[in-house]
Structure formats: C-alpha cells, structure tokens
C-alpha cells in the first residue's frame, strides 16, 4: 500500500513552453503533497507543500508563479512549470501524506529537460 | 532552514561487511529523523525511522541511532548486499510541522 506514481517520467520540452507534471496517491488518500526539486548529485529541496483544497505553500525563493500547483482532490497534485527554460531542468519529485503527522511516500520523480 | 549534512559523500564498502552512514544536524527543535535511499532514476525510498524519545530502532539488517547530545544521525547497514548500493538522505522533521529537510547525501557503493 502507500503507492505514489507520477506522470510522465520524463518529459522534454521546448523553452517557453508550459509542462505538467501529475503526482497521484494510488490506494491512499493524501490530505497534504509535496513538490521536491532534486539536481544532479544533489538533495532533495522542497519547493512547495499543497494541502486539498487550499492553496500551495511555498518555499522562500520558488516563484509561485512559474510553478502552479494545484491539489484539487485527495489523491492529485499537479505542478505547471510555466514558460520554461534551461535552468528549469532538473528532476521533480512528488510525495505524499496521509495524515497530518503521517510519513511521506515519494513518488518515482520526472526527469525535465528544457531545450 | 535547517542545515541536515553528512560527514562523507562517498562510501565503498565490500559486500557482506556493514556499513555506517552518518548524518549530522543542526535544529534542536527536530523529533523525527528519516532515512531513505535514492537509486538512480528514482524516487527516495524509505528505510527506516525514529523518534527523538528513542537513541536506537532496529529494522530488517539496518540500525538508526540517534545522539541527541551532539545532533548525530547514523544508519547502520549490515551484511551490505550489491543491491544497497544507492545514495542514501537523511531527513529530519518536527512534529506538528510539514515539512522533511535532507542532507545532503552519501553515496553508498558495495564491492562484490
């Protein structure tokens, strides 16, 4: 159980262009998801904590308007990486969690390249 | 934010030996410590958890010990297999809060 997938795993996209990236929780449902952006060799940073519902929380330096995430139910998370650009490359990964002091299940990542 | 680093960025270990993984901290304010394992390509993997009313837990062949005295982290592998070779976080958290901060990695290859 606990099982988080993420759609697509990778993606590659054209500079200027907007790009999706879908975190669902398969057989839970997640009152709170988070959005990690990880570069090559490096940790995990969190980016954003979205509860159902509600808008996102970001971290100190994510633009909330380049990167638009929206929990619309208990077991979806999207995260919109608008007018994208090389330096958004990197790999996005999603968690979630079931209760408010529940562990957090990672989902397997998107790797973006940004041409 | 909280500063979660590790002592080594690399360990190679020979298969069957263990290994220790360490983690340093710097919140006091921290109550619970995660470690996971990142292959190549994926999502981190949860490994193994503790409280910080606890100095030790014990999973199937992997050992977290919590020092609390100088905001010390390890996690202990034994009998290291080819197939723990991974990059290994710790994350901490408080309770009550949302959010994990992770170190910054080791990077754990075993010999066969």
């Known amino acids: 159980g606990a099982v988080v997938s993420q759609h697509p795993s990778r993606v590659i996209c054209k500079s200027g262009t907007s790009v999706k990236i879908e975190c669902r929780s398969l057989?839970?449902?997640?009152?709170?998801m988070f959005w990690y952006r990880q570069f090559p060799k490096k940790s995990l940073m969190l980016m954003a904590t979205?509860?159902?519902?509600?808008?996102?929380?970001?971290e100190q330096g994510v633009e909330k308007d380049k990167f638009l995430i929206n929990h619309a139910s208990l077991t979806l998370s999207t995260l919109t990486v608008t007018s994208a650009h090389p330096e958004d490359s990197s790999f996005y990964i999603c968690?979630?969690?079931?209760?408010?002091?529940?562990?957090?299940?990672f989902g397997p990542g998107t790797r973006l390249t940004v041409t | 934010g909280e500063s979660v680093g590790l002592h080594l960025p690399t360990l190679s270990v020979q298969e069957g030996d263990n290994s220790i993984i360490n983690c340093a901290y710097s919140?006091?304010?921290?109550?619970?410590f995660i470690w996971y394992k990142q292959e190549s390509g994926k999502g981190p993997q949860f490994i193994i958890d503790?409280?910080?009313?606890?100095d030790k837990r014990q999973g199937q062949r992997v050992t977290v010990l919590l020092n609390k005295t100088v905001k010390h982290l390890s996690l202990q592998i034994a009998a290291t297999q080819p197939g723990d070779s991974a990059v290994y976080f710790c994350?901490?958290?408080?309770?009550?809060?949302?959010?994990?901060?992770f170190g910054t990695g080791t990077r754990l290859t075993v010999i066969p």
């Open positions: 057989d839970f449902q997640a009152t709170t």
């Open positions: 919140n006091s304010a921290s109550d619970y």
């Open positions: 994350a901490e958290g408080q309770t009550g809060a949302n959010n994990l901060f």
């Open positions: 968690s979630a969690r079931r209760t408010f002091e529940g562990e957090q299940y």
């Open positions: 979205s509860n159902e519902g509600s808008k996102a929380t970001y």
């Open positions: 503790i409280r910080s009313n606890m």
